[in-house]
């Protein structure tokens, strides 16, 4: 089993900034090279793609929040970070990591991509 507990989430302004932090622990995890991504859900709205790493580094990012979000990981902590920059009120939304293993990477963009997910962390984001 995999655990994902994230972390930094909050109230801010418009145009200002957060990192939400996602810390991985589990069995499965040990020896794996598995790709990380973050999602968002705001009420009332679908859960949403926002970027993706993969073990290697790579990055992909939904048009949404390229140029103002930034996606890293440290793999000896299995923790992924998300640096949220120029936040907008829309951003507002309930923020979730996930852990991919078993599903397609043609999926990378949506949920039934990812296999794990964490409980999530609320970013709000004040006009």
């Known amino acids: 089993q995999v655990q994902l507990v994230e972390s930094g989430g909050g109230l801010v302004q418009a145009g200002g900034s957060l990192r939400l932090s996602c810390i991985a622990s589990g069995r499965t995890l040990v020896g794996a090279r598995y790709p990380m991504g973050w999602f968002r859900q705001a009420p009332g709205k679908e859960r949403e793609f926002v970027g993706r790493i993969e073990w290697s580094g790579d990055t992909y990012y939904a048009d949404s929040v390229k140029g103002r979000f930034t996606i890293s990981r440290d793999n000896a902590k299995n923790t992924v970070y998300l640096q949220m920059n120029s936040l907008k009120p829309e951003d507002t939304a309930v923020y979730y990591c996930?852990?991919?293993?078993?599903?397609?990477?043609?999926?990378?963009?949506?949920?039934?991509?990812?296999?794990?997910w964490g409980q999530g962390t609320q970013v709000t984001v004040s006009s």
């Open positions: 996930a852990v991919a293993f078993y599903a397609p990477s043609s999926l990378i963009t949506t949920a039934r991509g990812y296999d794990y």
